[in-house]
C-alpha cells in the first residue's frame, strides 16, 4: 500500500485544516494509508523515508534547519512532494533549500482575488489530459520560478493591478525531479472552497497520484 504524509497548519487563510481533509479523503479512496501532522516536526521523522507521497499545507510559518535537511533528503531519496498554493509555494519563506527543491516561490498576487484564465500548455500530458483552457477566480499568483521546471499550465496577466508585467505568462501548474523523488506544484487554490472547481481539482489529484513514489 502506498503511503502518505500530510502536515498541514500556518497561515489560517489558506483553509488548511480544510485542505488536509480534501487531500485525506482524496488519498484513502486512491488506496494509501495517511498520517496527519500539525507541527514541522512531523519533517524531521526518519521515517518519512519510507513515505510515498509528502504534501506540505503551511503557509509562511518557519521550519527549523533538521526539518528541512530530512525532508529535502527524503525527497532526494525518492519520496514525491505534492501541493498547492500558497501552502507549498509560499512555505517557510527563509528556507532556500525548501524553495530550491520546490521550485518557485510566491512574491506577489497583483489585485488579490481577480478573474483570469489558465491556459493549458501541454495538453498530452496525462495530468492534463482532456482540460482546456479554462476561466478562474482567485489570486493570481506572481511567482519567481526555476527555468528546470516542465510547466503544464500558464496564465498570462493583463497589467490591469501592476502596470510593469503586462503581458508576463507565468506558470501555474509544474512537475520537476529533486534527486530521485518527483515533485508536483499548482499555484491555484486560496481557499478550500475553490477544490469544487472540477478542472482545478482533477488537475492536482492526478498530480498528486504522479508525484508519489511507485512502490
Known sequence: ?????????GWEGHDPE????IYRRWLHEDGYSVRMATETQAFADPSI?????????????????????NLTKAVQGGVGLAGHHGGMSDAFREAV?????????????????????VDVTKPDDPIMAGIKSFPYT????????????EVLATTTFTGEHASWIDGVTMPVVW?????????F????????????NSNMATIMRRGMNWAARDE
Not at 523515508?49 to 518557519?62: A, E, N, R, V, Y
Not at 533549500?97 to 484564465?117: C, L, S
Not at 499568483?141 to 528546470?148: K, Q
Open 175 to 183: 512537475k520537476r525531479r529533486h534527486g530521485a523523488g518527483k515533485v
Open 49 to 69: 523515508h519510507d513515505l510515498s507521497l509528502i504534501i506540505p499545507i503551511f503557509t509562511m510559518s518557519k521550519i527549523e534547519k533538521a526539518e528541512v535537511e
Open 97 to 117: 533549500d525548501y524553495q530550491f527543491m520546490v521550485g518557485g516561490q510566491w512574491v506577489a498576487h497583483p489585485g488579490n482575488i481577480i478573474d483570469y484564465t
Open 18 to 21: 480544510e485542505c488536509a481533509a
Open 1 to 9: 500500500m502506498r503511503s502518505a504524509l500530510i502536515v498541514y497548519g
Open 185 to 196: 506544484h499548482m499555484t491555484l487554490g486560496h481557499a478550500a472552497k475553490e477544490f469544487e
Open 138 to 149: 482567485s489570486e493570481q499568483y506572481y511567482m519567481h520560478v526555476d527555468p528546470s521546471n
